[in-house]
């Protein structure tokens, strides 16, 4: 079945730093993918999307392309703050049958100032 | 704002007490889905309404489920609490169909505790 795989965590940076967390999964076909944020206490949050292969998603300076060469979605931001602090899923929409979200297990990201 | 409500955003149950928890949208999506999320781990898809069809998840227990009166609201029902069943639900939505956007709008969440 579909399945996403994110870098284990959790992540520890200081402010300012260059964020990678990686992202791969594996899918039938080309199926749109996501990175949500959930803050302490709180739901998740749609940070940025992909729909197609070569798609950049950005949002509030994180980045992601749809790399459907690697499989790869990986979420990118070039200096990071101490509000980036939170976990962040990688996840995938199934294309066939019941069209439904495939999370990975999520990043625990801390940001140290 | 359009949005996903959940109330309340803390419960707290006795084990085997039933409970029920309430989720709201302003968004007008045909679709609503709820997750059950435990610490440190991604939501769990429990089940999700298709407009007024219920789908099910081959893994979700018997003691857990749903009802959908209207298109805004949703409804978890756990019928006999136990100590497993402490997590976070999630309630979220979405717009489905041709003129979808597919994306999932998720509400802050209830937190369950099981004494």
């Known amino acids: 079945g579909d399945s996403v795989t994110q870098m284990e965590g959790p992540v520890t940076l200081s402010e300012e730093a260059f964020l990678t967390i990686n992202c791969t999964y594996t899918?039938?076909?080309?199926?749109?993918l996501f990175w949500y944020v959930q803050y302490p206490g709180e739901g998740l949050q749609l940070l940025l999307k992909a729909t197609k292969a070569d798609d950049k998603g950005s949002n509030k300076g994180f980045e992601a392309t749809y790399r459907k060469e690697t499989t790869s979605f990986h979420l990118e931001k070039g200096s990071v703050q101490v509000s980036d602090s939170a976990v962040y899923f990688c996840a995938l929409r199934t294309i066939q049958g019941a069209q439904k979200l495939v999370f990975g297990q999520g990043t625990r990201l801390t940001i140290n100032p | 704002d359009a949005m996903v409500i959940q109330n309340p955003r803390y419960q707290v149950t006795q084990f085997g007490k039933p409970v029920t928890l309430s989720c709201s949208q302003t968004l007008n999506h045909n679709v609503m889905y709820w997750y059950q999320q435990k610490s440190s781990q991604a939501p769990k898809l429990l089940f999700h309404?298709?407009?007024?069809?219920?789908?099910n998840e081959a893994d979700t227990p018997d003691n857990f489920q749903s009802r959908r009166p209207n298109t805004s609201f949703c409804f978890l029902d756990i019928r006999s609490p136990g100590l497993g069943d402490a997590a976070m639900y999630l309630c979220a939505t979405s717009r489905d169909g041709l003129a979808g956007t597919h994306e999932q709008f998720f509400g802050p969440g209830t937190r369950l505790t099981v004494l």
């Open positions: 309404y298709y407009d007024k069809d219920f789908n």
């Open positions: 899918a039938t076909g080309y199926p749109s």
